[in-house]
């Protein structure tokens, strides 16, 4: 019987299991083989997630969406973030949302532009998106430059409660924006159902799998990120760059592939859709709710961000702005917006 990729990999989570807590093996075996076993659970979480949603109907199935799009990427940071891993937690917020922006949608871009001179999307789909990012850049800045401001140490904590009250914001306007998405304004947004493969699964072995993943990931995020520094000193990198780049491709990885897959097959609204949906849900959802968990968990975990990734943040959003707001696209715009990409890259490797 042939094997499926995400099959072959689940033998990574065994190994790191192995690596990390039997043999106590070096810190950059554990590393790599607890990013190679998350690929694998994360996409079984997604699978899981379309397959409840399939049998839930469209309202309900959109908030398991929302809710789970981003689970292990969240579960990641959550740990990163009770280890008190503070700025890799930030980054990985920031390099999420951008890996979003210009890789994926830029890959999706050339996939669904290699056969058609051009490409026609959701205008109103894309503008909301806009709009929600536009939104997210506004709540780094004000933090940023109140630090700016009031660099002393005894800001910190005024830094800290201004970051959980934009937070109540941002989640007040995602929830506002699902009421719109999928109820008052539903006609204008298409609603057209991720394509499943295969016979559709039943609710209980939807839950279990999603369970068992979750749990899968919660432990593979325990040696990934306990061995991140070391390993990322081994490798030479920095800490901004394992969170700007690294941990964001590894947590969205299967939702990526998904988008580059559908785009190539035609589908260019699902696969934008899957790009700028996990962006703004990065944004108003998950970095809000690891502000709260940082007061949950002693941390101070605060939207305060570095200059860098905020100036990064906004001209990745103008740049997807001005290439998605007219519904119209082609491969070039694709290989553009990997272009910035490469820049943010390089720009963090040297950070």
């Not at 051009?118 to 800045?141: C, H, I, P, W």
């Not at 929830?175 to 539903?186: E, G, I």
């Not at 001005?322 to 990409?341: C, P, R």
Request: hydrophobic fraction near 55%; charged fraction near 10%; charge should be neutral.
């Amino acid at each position: 019987m042939r094997l499926s990729w995400r099959e072959i990999l689940l033998l990574a989570v065994p190994v790191s299991i192995v690596l990390g807590y039997l043999l106590h093996a070096p810190a950059v075996w554990v590393f790599v083989t607890a990013c190679l076993g998350v690929l694998p659970l994360a996409g079984y979480m997604g699978q899981a997630t379309e397959h409840m949603a399939h049998r839930t109907g469209p309202t309900i199935g959109g908030l398991l969406n929302a809710t789970f799009g981003n689970a292990a990427e969240l579960i990641i940071a959550l740990v990163a973030l009770r280890a008190g891993l503070v700025d890799l937690v930030k980054a990985s917020i920031t390099g999420s949302i951008l890996g979003n922006l210009l890789l994926i949608m830029g890959l999706a871009l050339i996939a669904g532009g290699l056969n058609k001179s051009e490409l026609r999307f959701n205008r109103v789909n894309a503008g909301m998106s806009a709009g929600m990012l536009a939104l997210a850049v506004v709540a780094l800045v004000f933090p940023a430059l109140y630090h700016a401001l009031h660099p002393e140490a005894a800001a910190r904590l005024q830094e800290v409660r201004m970051s959980e009250a934009v937070s109540v914001i941002l989640l007040l306007t995602y929830a506002f924006s699902l009421l719109f998405t999928l109820k008052t304004h539903r006609r204008l947004f298409g609603g057209e159902a991720h394509p499943l493969e295969g016979p559709v699964w039943s609710k209980r072995r939807a839950l279990l799998i999603l369970g068992a993943a979750t749990a899968g990931v919660a432990v593979e995020s325990e040696l990934l990120v306990h061995a991140a520094t070391e390993a990322t000193e081994a490798f030479g990198l920095s800490p901004v760059f394992l969170g700007l780049i690294i941990i964001p491709i590894i947590g969205n990885a299967a939702e990526h592939a998904a988008a580059v897959v559908l785009s190539r097959k035609g589908q260019i609204d699902l696969g934008l859709q899957i790009a700028l949906g996990s962006s703004t849900q990065i944004a108003l959802l998950v970095a809000p709710i690891l502000v709260f968990a940082g007061v949950l968990m002693g941390q101070d975990m605060d939207l305060v961000f570095r200059p860098f990734e905020v100036a990064a943040l906004g001209l990745a959003t103008a740049v997807t702005a001005i290439i998605t707001l007219d519904g119209e696209s082609h491969w070039f715009e694709g290989v553009q917006l990997l272009a910035v990409y490469g820049m943010v890259a390089v720009g963090a490797y040297f950070l």
